[in-house]
Structures are given as C-alpha cells and as structure tokens.
C-alpha cells in the first residue's frame, strides 16, 4: 500500500527494538474480550485506476450544468470560480496544515485568516468577525445562543423567512436548553411580519435573514428598531452575501450580529458541503463570541506577526463555560472565499452584484410578460417566487427530463404556497437559458 | 554530521491585502453584460464593500508568499498528539474534484443526484462496519459537532424513557471539547481522574454513576494513548442505572480492524473523517464527525437520512422521533468523498494495517525516547505516547522551549500542556505514514534538544530562529485584540 512506508525489514527492526515478537503482540493492553473476532468487512482494495473509475461512474449521475439548466439556488448558488481561486487553493501548505496553534510556523494561514476576517467585516459592515464556522444555519443557531448569553433572556423571535433548513437546526439546538422560539409569519410583500414582537416580553433577539429565502430584500431599518426597543439584540443573516455588493449591509441597519452562509463565494457547491459559516458582530460583544479569532502582534524582534487570540472564551481552555464548543473553522473555504473576495475586488464586487441582479430581473420580467408573475413585489436578489397555474407539477417533471430543473418547488416548506417556485439566476446562467425556460414554461 | 530537515531560505516578504493594489486593477474576468439594466430601489441600494483592487499577478504571489510561511504535512512530519496528523492522499483530492460532485447543488431531485446519494450510504455501512455499531450520520461538520449530535442522542434517549437527567461523567483524560458539548445539552460535567495506571477504574465510576447521571464520555484509547482496559465494566455499570456511554472516537486509528466498539458496551461514538479517515486539516477544518450508534439510538439520529427503496437511495425526513437537523444540508459532502475514497483505497486488511504500524511508530518512539524524557506512564502505549519535561525542568527549560526549538529541526511540535494531568505533557502521536528513516531523524532531534537543554539551554529558550516569526507576544494579542485591519 502506498500510504504505508514500512518494508518488512522496518518492521522487524521496530518490533525487536520495543520487545515484542509481532505487529500482534503490540496491543497487550486490548483485551481479549473487547477483540474483534473477525476481519473487517470491506470491499476489496481498489487501484487508483479502479478507483477513478468507480469514482466517474458515481459522479456521471449527478445533474450538473452544464449539461442540466439549474434554476436552484435556495442558500446554495452557482458562481463562477476563477482557476487562479482553484489553483491557489490547492497548494498542500494551506490544505495539509493544521490549526495554527504553532504560530511561528503558521504565519501564512493567521496572516489569511486575519484577511478573511478583515474582509467579512468590511463586507458585513461589522466591527468584527470571527475565523468562520462551520455553515450559515450553525453560525445561525450559535449567534442565537450567544443573544441569550448577552441579554441573559431566554426567547428568540425568528422570521419565517429565514431557510427552513436554517430554523431546523436552530430548534435543534434549542431542544435541549429553556430558550423558547417564536416564528414570526411574513407579510403580502414577501418580507417578515414584525407586528407580533410587540406583545413579546423577555426577548434576547430577533433573527431576520436579508435576502430573505424567497430573495426579497428585508425591512432591517424597522427590524432594527423593533429589536432594540424591546433591548433585544438584532441578529441578521443570509445566504447570499454577494448581495451586499448592491443592498445596504447588515451593518448599515446597526446589526449586533451579521451571520450566514458565504458558500456563494467561491466555494464548490458539493452537494451543501463544506461550507462557510460567517459570523460577525459589533465589537462590544467580541468577548461573548463563538469561533476561533485571530489578532495581529509582534514576535520578539518587533516584527508583525498573528496570532490565535482571546482563546479564554473556547472549549480547550474555558471547557463547559466555554462560548461555545466548537473547536474548528472552515479554515480552508475562508482561505477560498478571501481569494474569491480579493480576486474579484472592490469594483467587480459591486459590477458583478449589479449583474446577478440584472440577470434575475430579465427572467423575473420575461416570465412576468408570460402572464406568470411573483406574488410578493420587494425587491429581490438573484431570487424570486414565481406562481404557476395549477398543475404546474407535470410541466416541471418534463422539464427535468429536458434537463431544465425550473426552481425549487415550495409546497413542502409552505404549505400556503401551492404552485410557488423559488427560482434562483447568477451571472452563470446565460441568457438564452433562461429564454428557454420561458418558452418551455409558456407551452 | 547529521542533516535534519529543518533550514533556512530565502522567503519573501509579503504585505497584507489591503496594503498592496491599486483602485482600477482586477483579477477577475467578468462576465459578458448581454442583460440591460433594470430598475432598482434606490433606497435599499449600499456602497459596497471596500475591498481592495488587485491584478491576478498580486493575488496570485500574495497567496503562494503566505502559503510558504506554513507548515504541513506535505513538507514535514507532524507527530501531533491526538490530532492523526497522518498522510493526505492525492488521489483523494481528484474524486472531490470531479463536477458530477464539486457542481452537485444539495437540492437535487432525488432521481438525480443517485451518484452521491450511493456514496453517502455506502460510507455510512463502512464507517458501521470498521466501527462495530450498528448505524450512522453523516452530518455532523466536526468532531465537537459530533460530540453535541452524541449529546442530543443522550437526552433524546433520557427524554423517551420519561426522564431527563442533569449531569454527565467526563473523566481527565477525555477530550477537551467534550464538556463543553454536553453543557449545550444542559448536562453538568461530574469530572472524574484516572488512576494511577492512566486509566479509567470501574469503581470510581460507579462512585458517581446515579440515575440523575445521563451517561459517561470517554475517550478510547484515551489521550494519554492508553487503551481502556476497563471499559466493559464500566459500561455495565452505567448502563446498570440505564445511562449511556459515549466515546469519543479521535483515537479510532490506534484500533481499526482490531476491537469491536459495539461489543465493548459504546452506545455512541464519533468518528473524526480529518483524522482517522485521511481527509486534510486545511489549516483548521473543514473536517468532519460522523456519528455512529447501536440500534437502540437509531431512532433519534438526524435527518434527512439517504435510505435505499428497491436500488434507489432517497433522502427521508420521516423518522418522528430524530433530534432534528445538524447541519443546512447533509453534511460535509466533500469530506466524505475524501474517507470514502481512502476507505476504498485501502481494504480492510490495509486498514488493520494502518492502526498496527500508527501503533508501532508511537511504540518505538516512546521506546527509544524514555530514557531522555520521563515518560508519565510507562505502559504499552497505542497510537501516541506521553512525555513530559520532568527531567529538564532542572536546566530551566520547559516543554513549550523544547518543542518551539524542535521546529528549527525541521518537525511540528507535538501537541503540548494536554492532557492536563500531565504536567508538562509532551504528547507524541507520529501516525502511521511516516517512514521508520523520518521517525528516526524526529527522534535523534529529540535527543539532540535534550542534550541541549544541558548545555545550551539558551537555545531553546529563544527557539525558534529559523522559522519567518520568532515566539510572538500572545498576551499583548489577547490584552488589546486587533482582530481586523
């Protein structure tokens, strides 16, 4: 094997140095009775040749565009990845490192991750941002958390709006502590009803995502305020952060937490994960933060340098009074999602923002001049809901046999919304793709 | 004369981002507008991040620049204990990278994702298997994510059996996240020490073990790499007083293919996919921390989970009694082609093999080690061995002085001041990946440091040298945080 450097000489040699007679006789302290009796059961071992093969066969049944039109987004989204983003990021000495707890020889992934964080919080608006967790619905849930260490109160008013999947994990990492979790219902406009926060009392914060999961672009100025009068704290998050290239920030509406999914930022797809949880907060709360932070120093001759910091709040050291558990970060994806930033830069930012929107619009106005029109009129991005007439159902699954996969259908995350598609344009989709999908839809 | 890895160079200086480009310069190639521009409400309209402007010529140095100030496995050997810091094959890199999976959007129809759905179902019957339990998740996102899907397992289980209960045992030698994982679960840790042999004794759990306790969490082999001989006893004693018993499978790669977990009393155990299964750390994650259990806590693990109906694998969500989500999707998707593809790559017999040789180089190093350094328990070790800096405290150097001086060596320290109930500790994991040659050289450093805390023990103290920093001041980090620029 080829992973496995010992000759048999190796072996001997090591086996007489320690003691012992065989690779056997290495594990004295197992007992007998907690042995395995017999071999693993495995497939047989595979070739590299064999591998790729087995490999090419799987991944061939997977629709994928080029080949498939792909209409969905729903906080995962196709855009384009430049090689150099690609290229750099295979370099062994970021992806076969491990967490910089070495700083002295880990210069280059604290210096990245100082960037990242730079970054984050320059496109969030926020003082300051963590080093990244896991994805936007953890990240979600762990800012939750921290609102009711904050406030030291115990309910939590989420929007409906927020990604279903999102609002799953969060009841599931609710289930277990006395926080309770109202859902907020959403208006006619497709953006989150906010009427009902004032009749709650003891409210730690109030979780809107902005662009909402039907794309529409939420109203943060009155979230904002509706959370702060009742001392709560503002907890904003998203799944495409590219929109900030165009729409005010989370910072802008005076946010105490920014955080959400930053996939969309030159990361693969690869069926939801990995990810990129973002989390950013005013600086006031730094110290009540989850996640691994980095800050800037000096070695002993005075030079620049980064370090990992405040670790005081993590799990090695605080254990069961930590600010969380988690002990990881998406290191790599926001080493991908800082190239990605960097590489397309602070004009093509906004150019590239401004693009996906105009792209999303040219389908949202030729389906509306189709007769097939959005039920909710905020303004959206790279996202919209599109009703369908009835029966729509058929139409969508001769579509897929056409490999046009027209949106995600929204029945089963809103029963209300029979015949709703959510459906998702980036720069990728070209438009005579989406010409398609409207002759197609219109017979 | 010896030559050690470790040297200098020339490395080349690099600012940060924001320092370098110039407003009008880009390193992105735009798509073509063939859209006209549409209306927008000015009102919600921003300004935009400010990022900076840069060729891909900056981009492309400022990356490769920073890249050769790190350390990793591909340039060096990493004997970082409890962390299998082992070899990351190439060939995994290639199956993650095909487009049926890098492209593959999470919300696929089922009919048309059956590619990565048959990968995920057959991983989770392998991990089932090396493992001995009986079914798994995929989708926790880390080890520690793990540990929590293991804790809402434990008070899923209390809940359906009527009662909740308020406390956990977590002994000394058990991972460091794992109280804090079973406080988000409202579980208080009731700490319990190892005896004097480094490991876990049956009476000292039941001391403890009550019916207001949920369960025990321990790590096996724990992290002074010593194998819980005691485990089934105290497994019977806890599930006595029908508590649970987690382990904390980090170690799983001192003992594939050679115990049972299943028939050793675990009722849940993590897997880490970054250790134990070849995937790369990537300078702190993404890893991944499937979960797997015996048939009494199936009901409870996550959903959806990908279920197989007549040759087609879909993803259910209708397992009533499940915790709930983890994750936004499935999982870390790429991490788990990377284990799949190792496990298939190696077969069982290569699998046993791996933990026999993880388990010999540590027996080695230990071996010829402990005549240089106090060894805290001279017991058979598996994959990792427990030094601490006992025998050096008289020149006045510590364990962080010798390990910083090991990177001028050329080697990754190995990791340091854990567990905590060795002072000092020096914990060696070398994986089994490095070549009898290498793990040689790392211990003829060693020994060479040692002999330099004698004679120069200056050296250490202001080790490293060689490296782009020297030691850097983390208190003045943490007092005022400059966590942005």
Not at chain 2, 184 to 198: A, E, R
Not at chain 2, 415 to 425: K, N, R, S, W
């Amino acid at each position: 094997m080829r992973y496995l450097p010992h000759t048999p000489e190796d072996i001997s040699a090591m086996l007489e140095a320690i003691g012992v007679k065989s690779l056997e006789d290495l594990f004295p302290t197992v007992p007998h009775d907690c042995r395995r009796t017999g071999d693993l059961s495995l497939p047989e071992a595979l070739t590299e040749w064999e591998l790729n093969k087995h490999i090419d066969k799987l991944s061939n049944r997977m629709a994928v565009s080029p080949e498939f039109k792909v209409f969905l987004g729903a906080g995962s989204y196709d855009h384009y990845i430049p090689a150099s983003v690609s290229y750099l990021l295979s370099r062994s000495e970021f992806v076969t490192s491990y967490t910089p707890y070495q700083p002295e020889i880990s210069q280059g992934t604290l210096q990245a991750i100082f960037e990242y964080q730079t970054l984050t919080a320059r496109l969030l608006g926020m003082d300051v941002a963590n080093a990244s967790q896991y994805d936007g619905a953890s990240s979600l849930a762990e800012a939750l958390l921290m609102a009711v260490r904050i406030t030291r109160q115990n309910k939590v008013a989420v929007s409906g709006l927020i990604h279903p999947n999102y609002r799953q994990v969060i009841e599931t990492y609710f289930a277990p502590t006395d926080c309770e979790f109202i859902e907020l219902p959403y208006t006619e406009a497709g953006i989150t009803d906010l009427s009902k926060i004032n009749d709650l009392e003891n409210l730690a914060a109030v979780a809107v995502q902005s662009p909402n999961f039907f794309g529409c672009i939420e109203d943060l100025q009155s979230s904002a305020k509706k959370a702060h009068d009742k001392k709560a704290l503002l907890v904003v998050g998203f799944t495409e952060p590219l929109a900030y290239g165009m729409y005010k920030n989370p910072g802008s509406y005076d946010a105490d937490i920014a955080c959400g999914e930053g996939q969309s930022l030159g990361i693969p797809r690869t069926f939801g994960g990995p990810a990129l949880g973002m989390f950013a907060a005013k600086q006031k709360y730094v110290r009540n933060m989850p996640g691994r932070l980095v800050g800037q120093t000096v070695d002993v001759e005075g030079r620049r340098g980064y370090v990992l910091t405040l670790a005081t709040r993590e799990q090695h050291i605080r254990r069961e009074k930590a600010t969380s558990n988690i002990c990881t970060n998406h290191s790599l994806c926001a080493l991908a999602s800082s190239m990605y930033m960097a590489s397309v830069g602070g004009s093509g930012f906004k150019e590239l923002a401004r693009l996906n929107y105009d792209r999303c619009e040219y389908l949202k106005d030729r389906l509306r001049k189709a007769g097939y029109s959005s039920p909710f009129n905020r303004s959206t991005f790279n996202e919209f809901v599109v009703q369908f007439p009835q029966g729509f159902e058929t139409t969508y699954q001769d579509l897929l046999k056409k490999k046009i996969i027209a949106g995600l259908p929204l029945e089963c995350y809103y029963p209300e919304l029979a015949n709703h598609y959510l459906l998702c344009v980036t720069e990728t989709m070209a438009k005579e793709d989406m010409d398609t999908l409207v002759r197609e839809v219109v017979t | 004369m010896k030559e050690y890895p470790g040297t200098t160079g020339l490395i080349l200086n690099e600012p940060l981002l924001w320092e370098k480009g110039k407003k009008g310069r880009n390193g992105y190639s735009l798509p073509r507008r063939d859209v006209e521009t549409y209306a927008v409400d000015e009102a919600l309209l921003g300004e935009g991040p400010d990022f900076p402007d840069l060729s891909e010529v900056d981009i492309i140095r400022h990356y490769v620049r920073l890249s050769q100030w790190n350390f990793s496995v591909d340039s060096g050997m990493y004997p970082l204990g409890s962390c299998t810091m082992k070899y990351n094959p190439k060939t995994n890199e290639r199956q993650v990278s095909q487009a049926g999976f890098a492209a593959a959007h999470p919300l696929l129809p089922p009919d048309l994702s059956q590619g990565i759905l048959a990968l995920m179902y057959e991983l989770e019957r392998f991990l089932v298997e090396i493992t001995g339990m009986d079914a798994a998740t995929l989708q926790p996102a880390a080890g520690a994510h793990g540990e929590l899907t293991g804790m809402l397992l434990f008070y899923a289980y209390h809940k359906s059996k009527g009662a909740q209960r308020s406390k956990i045992i977590v002994p000394d030698t058990a991972h460091g996240t794992n109280p804090a994982s079973a406080a988000l679960c409202g579980y208080k840790p009731v700490p319990i020490k190892s005896n004097d042999q480094g490991i876990l004794a049956p009476k000292d759990v039941s001391q403890v073990m009550d019916e207001q306790t949920a369960g025990i969490m321990v790590t096996n082999p724990n992290t002074l790499g010593l194998f819980e001989e005691n485990i089934k006893e105290i497994a019977e004693i806890v599930h006595a007083k029908d508590g649970l018993v987690y382990c904390d499978g980090a170690n799983m790669n001192a003992v594939m293919g050679i115990v049972h977990m299943g028939d050793i009393g675990i009722d849940v155990l993590h897997l880490n996919l970054h250790k134990t299964f070849s995937s790369p750390h990537g300078g702190g994650g993404p890893g991944s921390g499937p979960v797997c259990v015996r048939t009494h806590l199936e009901p409870f693990l996550p959903i959806p989970r990908v279920i197989e109906k007549k040759g087609q694998y879909l993803l259910s969500a209708d397992f009533p009694d499940s915790i709930g989500k983890l994750h936004a999707f499935y999982g870390n998707v790429g991490v788990l082609i990377r284990a799949y593809s190792y496990i298939l790559s190696m077969g069982a017999d290569n699998l046993k093999k791996a933990s026999q040789l993880a388990v010999l180089n540590a027996a080695y190093i230990k071996q010829k080690l402990k005549d240089t350094f106090h060894l805290a328990y001279d017991r058979p070790c598996m994959h990792e061995c427990v030094f601490s800096d006992k025998n050096q405290q008289m020149h006045k150097v510590t364990t962080l002085d010798m390990v910083k001086r090991l990177m001028d060596y050329g080697f990754h320290p190995p990791t340091i001041y854990f567990p905590l109930v060795v002072p000092g500790a020096i914990m060696i994991e070398p994986t089994e990946t490095e070549s009898k040659e290498d793990i040689d050289l790392f211990i003829d450093s060693m020994k060479a440091i040692a002999d330099e805390a004698r004679e120069n023990p200056d050296l250490l103290r202001e080790a490293p040298k060689n490296s782009r920093r020297r030691r850097l001041d983390e208190t003045a980090a943490a007092r005022k945080p400059c966590l942005r620029g």
